[in-house]
């Protein structure tokens, strides 16, 4: 008895466990992304504050 990753990685499909695996490192890039994004607004209101206070005094 064969399980279905094989069969269908025998029919020349890839097995429902690789199509989970791009989507979770499809997601996974998505998600490293987001966090990137945020961090760097982050940091730039950050720098952005802390410029503003320097002004002002």
């Known amino acids: 008895m064969k399980s279905r990753a094989v069969v269908?990685?025998?029919a020349g499909k890839p097995p429902s466990i690789e199509i989970e695996r791009q989507r979770?490192?499809?997601m996974a890039d998505v998600e490293c992304l987001h966090a990137t994004t945020c961090l760097h607004k982050?940091?730039?209101?950050?720098v952005g504050?802390?410029?503003r206070n320097v002004d002002q005094q």
Not at 42 to 46: A, T, V
């Open 42 to 46: 982050l940091w730039s209101c950050s």
């Open 49 to 51: 504050e802390m410029q």
């Open 8 to 10: 269908a990685w025998e």
């Open 24 to 26: 979770w490192l499809a």
